[in-house]
């Protein structure tokens, strides 16, 4: 299971930066351009969550089947249900946003 410390170092991100929420009691919340991270991301569960606005083709893999995106796409991923992405073409663009279960569990709202 690929942990959210993992998906920082897999792209040599830091986690600081202007749309970033610390790692606090309150979870962990981050936004992406999708530029930085487009290519391939392998098949594997994840212990965050992620929401992608996607611009640019490639074909979501999951559980025995994959999805053909060829429009602007709305992506939800949790950690129960393992994916990966595959470009089709070198342009991609759009943002996507980390979470973890913390923060979508905060107490304090």
């Known amino acids: 299971m ?3 410390h ?3 170092r897999r792209f040599s991100l830091t986690r600081d930066s202007d749309y970033s ?3 606090t009691s309150f979870g ?3 936004v992406f351009q999708r530029d930085a ?3 391939l991301t392998p098949y594997s569960r994840r212990d965050y969550y992620k929401i992608s606005l996607v611009l640019g083709t490639g074909e979501l893999h999951y559980a025995n089947r994959w999805i053909r995106v060829d429009r602007p796409a709305l992506l939800f991923s949790n950690p129960m249900v393992p994916y990966a992405w595959e470009i089709n073409s070198p342009e991609q663009a759009g943002w996507f ?3 973890t279960e913390e923060f979508v569990n905060q107490e304090s709202r």
């Open 97 to 99: 946003c980390l979470f």
């Open 28 to 30: 962990h919340f981050n």
């Open 6 to 8: 993992d998906f920082y």
């Open 21 to 23: 929420v610390p790692s």
């Open 37 to 39: 991270c487009s290519f």
């Open 2 to 4: 690929e942990t959210i």
